[in-house]
């Protein structure tokens, strides 16, 4: 590609994600970066060694394939920088712990990824931050929890496992009012459906384990911040020695190249199944931002480009005695999806949702939540899938 910065900058996410990163005509014109699998890194005399004068130093600071991957990252976060930390879960507790200190407050999403609320509960808890949850519909209502103290404000939107959508933008502007950073968990959308830094959040959180991976084999976590905040979270990552594995690295591109495609085909299928799901007497009610009947759908509709493969369903529960009986019935039956944890992979997989640890977004009422991954298969297949699932639960 020549003149490669002005042709990606006008153009689509598609044509960007098949060229950002990586400069081939930088190793001979090879399509792909090395993969540099590294430690040590030599230096030609004394004097360069002291001063570290040149681009590279030490394995952990980066090499030429990580730096592939967070150019990468940084063209669709419109970032100043980028971390890869090794899990999403890491992706989180990082920004957390160079951003917060003993005395401080942090507000938490009650909505969050379960393992987050895990860490904020027990570690931070522990190195003396005040947590408190707040629930996700608060807007600029965020506002009236701010204290002297509030230094951190994590969103996540939409919300782990029952979708509740956030107004990123009056929720960052009041944080700021109030000198708080802003971080937001972005995995469901991925940079191509929300730009988080283009609506006044600071810290952009991926687990890149997920869509950006794509394939259900690697493990790994982004975190990309504005200018203001990227020598903070760089400092607070490189003290603490947590850096990405080079193959890891670069299997994480490849995944990049086709996540667009990917998204298009989960997007439509998961938007598909959601709509018919809605029609069915089973199913008490469907949580996915993209169907207008979702209480959060006008902020979807505000500030998202798309939406991605995953969304939940509740189904008709009868007794709450019966609730457990019914989806593990549902999830039995079940021949194409796989039961497991994670998405953002090729095969669709199902999960019985566990919203025990939530203190405001409460579990469903009418009965059990089974969260639903679409992955790339036919969605004729899926669907008769799900109607095998459905039929065993009416059993029940
Ligand atoms: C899966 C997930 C994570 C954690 O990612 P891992 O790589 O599995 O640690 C973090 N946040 C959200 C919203 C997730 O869905």
């Given at each position: 590609?020549?003149?490669?910065?002005?042709?990606?900058?006008?153009?689509?996410?598609?044509?960007?994600?098949?060229?950002?990163?990586?400069?081939?005509?930088?190793?001979?014109g090879f399509v792909n970066p090395p993969v540099v699998h590294a430690s040590t890194v030599l230096f030609?005399?004394?004097?360069?060694?002291?001063?570290?004068?040149?681009?590279?130093?030490?394995?952990?600071?980066?090499?030429?394939?990580?730096?592939?991957l967070c150019?990468?990252?940084?063209?669709?976060?419109?970032?100043?920088?980028?971390?890869?930390?090794?899990?999403?879960?890491?992706?989180?507790?990082?920004?957390?712990?160079?951003?917060?200190?003993?005395?401080?407050?942090?507000?938490?999403?009650?909505?969050v990824y379960s393992p987050t609320r895990h860490f904020c509960d027990t570690m931070l808890t522990r190195l003396g931050v005040a947590v408190e949850y707040?629930?996700?519909?608060?807007?600029?209502?965020?506002?009236?929890?701010?204290?002297?103290?509030?230094?951190?404000?994590?969103?996540?939107a939409p919300g782990s496992n029952t979708f509740e959508m956030q107004d990123i933008r009056a929720i960052a502007d009041a944080a700021h009012k109030?000198?708080?950073?802003?971080?937001?968990?972005?995995?469901?959308?991925?940079?191509?459906?929300?730009?988080p830094l283009d609506h006044g959040v600071d810290i952009s959180i991926h687990a890149a384990t997920k869509y950006p991976a794509g394939h259900s084999d690697i493990l790994m976590g982004t975190v990309s911040a504005n200018a203001k905040h990227w020598p903070q979270l760089w400092e607070g990552n490189f003290a603490l020695g947590i850096c990405g594995s080079p193959d890891d690295s670069y299997q994480l591109l490849r995944g990049l190249r086709t996540m667009g495609v990917r998204l298009e085909r989960h997007q439509e299928s998961a938007l598909r199944l959601a709509?018919?799901?809605?029609?069915?007497?089973?199913?008490?009610?469907v949580l996915h931002p993209a169907l207008p009947s979702f209480p959060g759908h006008e902020l979807w509709k505000r500030d998202f480009?798309?939406?991605?493969?995953?969304?939940?369903?509740?189904?008709?529960g009868g007794s709450p005695d019966?609730?457990?009986?019914?989806?593990?019935?549902?999830?039995?039956?079940?021949?194409?999806?796989?039961?497991?944890?994670?998405?953002?992979?090729?095969?669709?997989?199902?999960?019985?949702?566990?919203?025990?640890?939530?203190?405001?977004?409460?579990?469903?009422?009418?009965?059990?939540?089974?969260?639903?991954?679409?992955?790339?298969?036919?969605?004729?297949?899926?669907?008769?899938?799900?109607?095998?699932?459905?039929?065993?639960?009416r059993a029940v």
């Open positions: 590609m020549k003149d490669k910065a002005e042709v990606l900058a006008g153009a689509g996410d598609n044509t960007r994600l098949a060229h950002i990163g990586n400069d081939p005509m930088d190793f001979h030609p005399d004394a004097a360069t060694m002291e001063k570290r004068a040149q681009k590279y130093s030490y394995g952990t600071r980066g090499t030429p394939t990580t730096d592939a150019d990468a990252i940084n063209e669709l976060e419109g970032s100043a920088g980028t971390i890869l930390v090794p899990s999403g879960l890491a992706a989180v507790t990082v920004p957390f712990l160079a951003f917060l200190s003993a005395g401080d407050h942090a507000l938490i999403v009650d909505s707040y629930d996700p519909a608060i807007g600029a209502g965020i506002a009236r929890l701010m204290r002297p103290n509030t230094k951190l404000v994590h969103t996540e109030g000198g708080a950073v802003v971080t937001i968990d972005n995995t469901w959308a991925t940079p191509l459906y929300f730009k709509e018919w799901l809605e029609g069915n007497d089973q199913v008490a009610r480009k798309g939406a991605s493969g995953i969304f939940s369903i509740v189904l008709e019966r609730f457990r009986a019914k989806a593990h019935a549902f999830l039995d039956a079940l021949r194409i999806f796989g039961l497991g944890y994670s998405w953002g992979g090729y095969e669709s997989l199902a999960v019985h949702v566990n919203l025990s640890d939530r203190t405001i977004c409460t579990a469903p009422k009418e009965g059990p939540v089974l969260r639903l991954q679409i992955g790339l298969e036919d969605v004729a297949d899926i669907r008769a899938d799900i109607e095998r699932g459905l039929a065993a639960a």
